[in-house]
């Protein structure tokens, strides 16, 4: 079956412009992640959707990152006045009750 | 706070040879996951083991096998007969179920590289 979608896969843009990442799960997945991986480092949790629940949002590195997703299904990163310290690779995953996480293939964002 | 620390920043071997990669995690909850992972060059992680903090039985598959042991808070992975095509990033993690989801936590990887 289809396995968890990002797009874009790349996105160049220019600091201080607004991006929007998007990230489609696997069908019937009740959980979402959004995970950050920059240049050689392991990734850093971003904020967790499940179902109708409030998201936590504990690992959102500013205010300038908030993130939506519409019942069980897309969800959409979005990051405000980027900065060049935004430039990595946006990795999504998510989840059914067993706990494994499966991920995208990732968006890589480049801010110039 | 969860920490997982993997020493290695990368390893070569030559192909056909075992290797190890050492995964040592610190954390205050009493029931939680440990996984591994794996990224080849393509980039895309690749879900590989996961075990409950109950279950210290070590596992194979195939030319992998995990080492847990609690007393040490260490999740060993093993490679048998490592081939070219295990070549890749590999990364352990740790998540805690506190009903909340289970967010994980990673370790900064292990670059493994098997050489012919």
């Known amino acids: 079956g289809a396995g968890v979608s990002q797009s874009p896969s790349n996105k160049v843009t220019e600091k201080g412009k607004d991006v929007e990442l998007r990230c489609d799960p696997i069908?019937?997945?009740?959980?979402l992640y959004w995970y950050r991986q920059r240049l050689g480092q392991g990734l850093e949790f971003l904020i967790y959707?499940?179902?109708?629940?409030?998201?936590?949002k504990s690992g959102l590195p500013s205010d300038r990152f908030s993130a939506e997703r519409t019942g069980e299904s897309v969800s959409t990163l979005t990051i405000q006045r980027t900065q060049q310290e935004d430039s990595a690779v946006y990795l999504c995953?998510?989840?059914?009750?067993?706990?494994?996480?499966?991920f995208g293939p990732g968006t890589r964002l480049t801010v110039t | 706070a969860q920490k997982v620390t993997q020493v290695q920043t990368e390893i070569s071997v030559v192909e056909k040879e075992d290797v190890t990669l050492d995964c040592v995690y610190e954390?205050?909850?009493?029931?939680?996951?440990l996984f591994w992972y794996k990224q080849p060059p393509s980039g895309e992680l690749v879900f590989l083991i996961r075990?409950?903090?109950?279950?210290?039985q070590n596992e194979i598959s195939g030319r992998y096998s995990w080492n847990f042991q609690k007393s040490t808070s260490s999740f060993n992975f093993t490679i048998t007969a490592s081939q070219v095509v295990d070549s890749a990033v590999y990364f352990c993690?740790?998540?805690?179920?506190?009903?909340?989801?289970?967010?994980?936590?990673f370790g900064t990887g292990t670059q493994l590289k098997v050489e012919l």
């Open positions: 959707f499940q179902g109708n629940s409030a998201p936590d």
């Open positions: 069908s019937g997945h009740t959980a």
């Open positions: 954390t205050r909850d009493t029931t939680y996951y």
């Open positions: 075990r409950n903090s109950f279950d210290e």
């Open positions: 993690a740790l998540s805690a179920y506190t009903g909340g989801g289970n967010k994980l936590t």
């Open positions: 995953a998510s989840s059914s009750q067993s706990y494994e996480q499966y």
